[in-house]
């Protein structure tokens, strides 16, 4: 679909050869803070986390620090793992971000039995394309759980096929940035094979240049994520399909939100 703005003329900085370059571009961190501030799914993670006394929490794949650094307010001890340094770097400069321990990495620089509760928010399983790096992933987050502490995160749920709308024409939107300026963004699916799907999103500035940033996710089923899940030491304890806690497949969210907890080791 073509769009009726009168663009001013662009200058293209770079087009679909940057991956997740929303995570590692500062200027495309920034369009993200202002796009993203949190909603319904920030506050259901925060209340599930509160169904249970979890003083230690793992934020993996923090990202730029939002839900840390409200949960952290809330008087829980969180420690923040990504491995993008532009999206720590701002997340760092956050009121409240002094109350968060920020770690530069993956699974490898988690320590072992630290924490009471693990957070995998924004999707962030969908990132972890390899069935080998989604399983030790998981792996590494049940070594830095106590027994009995729990894993909660979600995905998108492939049933739902909310690829469909990764379109120029559904996705276009206009983010407002905090100095005003108006950043124009949409997004346009590469291919889909097999749960995979590749895309990229475009942002056009006021000024006219022109980023973008590729990005491939994996859509798995909820008996993929049960499978996998279980098979790294936890037991599945609820799936919701929506932020209101929906059955799998009812409403409108198209999500799988899981729910687990860590096993003894050896079970």
Known sequence: MACDK????????AVGDVRNAEFEDPRLVEVYDAEYVG?????????????RNAPRVLDFGCGTGRLAIRLAAAGHEVTGVDPARASLDAARR?????????????????????????LLTSHVAQFLVNDEQWLSTLRALRRSLVVGGRLIFDSRDPDAQQWTRWNPGDSRRSVVMPD?????????????????????????????DELASSATLRFRSENELRTTVEAAGFDVDRVFGG????????????ELIVLAVARPQGR
């Open 94 to 118: 956050k009121p409240g971000a002094e109350r968060v321990r920020w770690v530069e990495g993956s699974g490898e620089q988690v320590p072992s039995r630290s924490f009471d509760a693990a």
């Open 243 to 254: 932020w209101a806690r929906e059955p799998v497949g009812t409403g409108e969210d198209g």
């Open 6 to 13: 009168p663009w001013v003329t662009s200058s293209v900085v």
């Open 39 to 51: 909603g319904w799914d920030d506050d259901l993670f925060v209340a599930l986390l509160a169904e």
């Open 180 to 208: 005003g300026q108006l950043v124009d963004t949409w997004t346009g699916v590469d291919s889909v094979v097999d749960g995979v799907v590749h895309f990229t999103r475009h942002y056009r500035f006021t000024h006219g």
